[in-house]
């Protein structure tokens, strides 16, 4: 599985393993830049109702009954939290991307640390005061980030060069 198929400048051996996890952190990212942009497009074209229909839906918090802000101050505030939510969302997408180009190109430890625990707080925290209480969807878009963090997590330090504690980026 760690066959080699890149070798850094540095002479630095990435194996398929950690390409394979370099797509998944990138893909990971992909997704998050998603919500990001659907964050925009909905606070543009919807308001706070839009926004709040993407983070809502679960078992115990479901669209049909949930009750949207009617005072226009609330609903701006709500619209505006909302929408920073999202863009932080797709903040953490930007450094996945970052991740995912490190561990490709360099073979990065760093990156990847950054990608287990850094990535992994926002993706985690998600899980377990969204999705796990029924407050968002639980669909393939909200299940699917954390497993693709858990599968890159996985695979990636197999392919890896030798972890040297003076590395760099």
């Known amino acids: 599985m760690n066959e080699i198929i890149n070798q850094t400048k540095q002479g630095k ?3 398929k ?5 370099a797509v998944l952190f990138t893909l990971w ?3 998050h830049l998603w919500v990001g942009f659907e964050g925009i497009h909905q606070y543009l074209t919807s308001g706070a109702p839009g926004l709040w229909n993407m983070l809502t ?16 101050m609330t609903a701006n505030a709500q ?8 863009i932080d969302v797709a903040g953490y997408g930007v450094l996945g991307l970052v991740v995912g ?60 060069p030798k972890f040297d504690k003076s590395a760099s980026f």
């Open 13 to 15: 051996i990435i194996g």
């Open 17 to 21: 393993a950690a390409k394979a996890g």
């Open 29 to 31: 990212a992909v997704l």
């Open 57 to 72: 839906g679960g078992s115990a918090a479901p669209r049909e009954t949930f009750q949207h802000a009617t005072n226009g």
């Open 79 to 86: 619209a505006h939290l909302i929408l920073n939510f999202c």
């Open 101 to 160: 180009y490190l561990i490709w190109f360099r073979g990065s430890w760093i990156a990847y640390f950054l990608g287990l625990i850094i990535i992994g707080i926002a993706d985690l925290a998600f899980l377990f005061s969204m999705v796990t209480p029924g407050i968002i969807e639980l669909n393939a878009g909200t299940l699917g980030g954390p497993v693709i963090w858990i599968l890159a997590c996985i695979i990636t330090p197999l392919g890896l």
